[in-house]
């Protein structure tokens, strides 16, 4: 969660009023803030999209004041627009947290209604647009460092950069590994092969991973007249199980394919690789793999996330705009039970009347450890496509 102070979260259950901040920066001069008048908008953060901040933002503006327009009429062409959402205490003073630095996609103005509205996605997106014009090969780069140079070579030093992985601990990229025009999918690549996720934060910085981290408790949505629970719904859908992941890893067409797939084991579990759910796997192709270890590694994870979104949850709750996907939510129902939750996407309205709308993941299963064998099942090599062509899965 976003840092915030106690006062702010003890506020959030009482009657408040809010307090809303919006900037926008020219593409000559993205250092200096200009505030804008902010009528609506939503700020949408899924952790499932790559593209994770995305949405709008209606400010005030009039034809009549020129200024107004030349700015406006800018800032699809490189201009940035920060947000901020918050608390306005009794006694004058505000609390915000800033929600995203997003890049102005387009604006349509309403010539009656003296507004514009301003259509938004965060510096993933200009990572989407920018493909390599000539191939990227990160030779002797660990994959981490390699995701930095990625992103490094669209916004050099205008953003800071956290990792959060250990470089010195992956195994370095060989030399016949090559990226060519996708930027974003180098990206998504360069990560997976090490079981991290990259992202773009509140701030506009970027930051790399390990994918699947699980925290403390962030905060409790709880039912009842003073909770913060106003809706639940659940959900259980099995389209984005995956109970087995294959990994096939290639740097070049005439080097070796290295072969390793995971499957979930769990003799009491339905969703057992070969029980009730069947056999239903993740094909996963990656060029950053080099080696049967971290081909055994990817595997592992990329298994765990993905038999982690069996059970959802659509919630909605009062607006606490510092929960960020990723966050342990603690729920607690009317009938009284109780669960934890991570949240995978919130949805927060820029007007006092908006809530906050929460999709969480959970299981209806135990996930796997990462040792036990009755847990956890791995193939190796050519016995990963046997297993698969055994399940008609992949052909014989």
């Not at 090969?137 to 460092?145: K, Y």
């Not at 490094?152 to 030399?175: C, L």
């Not at 509140?202 to 039912?223: C, E, K, M, T, Y």
């Not at 993905?306 to 009062?318: K, V, Y």
């Amino acid at each position: 969660m976003l840092t915030v102070t106690p006062r702010f979260l003890s506020a959030l259950r009482q009657s408040h009023q809010i307090s809303i901040a919006a900037n926008v920066y020219r593409p000559t001069d993205l250092a200096t803030p200009i505030p804008v008048d902010v009528i609506g908008g939503e700020v949408r953060i899924d952790s499932n999209a790559r593209v994770r901040r995305q949405g709008s933002l209606e400010i005030a503006f009039s034809l009549e004041d020129q200024d107004a327009r030349d700015l406006v009429v800018q800032l699809p062409f490189g201009g940035y627009a920060s947000i901020e959402r918050g608390i306005r205490y009794a006694d004058g003073s505000v609390e915000r947290v800033q929600l995203g630095m997003f890049r102005v996609d387009s604006i349509v103005w309403h010539e009656l209604q003296g507004s514009a509205n301003l259509i938004l996605s965060d510096r993933m997106a200009q990572v989407q647009d920018e493909y390599f014009t000539v191939p990227f090969v990160p030779t002797g780069l660990h994959p981490s460092d390699a995701c930095v140079q990625t992103v490094q070579d669209v916004f050099g030093s205008a953003i800071q950069y956290h990792v959060q992985t250990t470089p010195a601990s992956e195994p370095t990229i060989g030399v016949t590994t090559a990226y060519l025009d996708d930027r974003a999918s180098a990206l998504t690549d360069l990560a997976g092969s090490i079981g991290a996720e990259c992202l773009f934060d509140n701030l506009g910085d970027f930051v790399i991973r390990p994918a699947g981290q699980v925290g403390s408790v962030a905060w409790v949505i709880d039912a009842g007249d003073r909770g913060s629970m106003l809706e639940a719904e659940e959900t259980l859908d099995r389209s984005s199980v995956r109970n087995g992941v294959l990994v096939r890893g290639q740097a070049e067409a005439d080097t070796d394919i290295y072969y390793a797939l995971a499957t979930y084991d769990d003799a009491t579990a339905p969703t057992r690789w070969g029980g009730p759910f069947g056999k239903i796997p993740l094909i996963v192709d990656s060029t950053t793999v080099s080696s049967q270890a971290q081909a055994d590694s990817t595997a592992r994870s990329l298994l765990n996330l993905r038999l982690g979104l069996q059970r959802t949850l659509t919630l909605q709750s009062l607006p606490n705009p510092a929960l960020e996907p990723g966050d342990v939510i603690q729920l607690v129902f009317a009938d009284g039970r109780t669960e934890q939750q991570t949240v995978n996407s919130t949805g927060i309205q820029l007007n006092p009347a908006g809530g906050l709308i929460l999709t969480t993941t959970g299981h209806t299963a135990t996930l796997p450890t990462m040792r036990p064998a009755r847990r956890f099942q791995l193939y190796r090599g050519g016995a990963a496509l046997d297993e698969l062509a055994h399940a008609a899965i992949l052909p014989r």
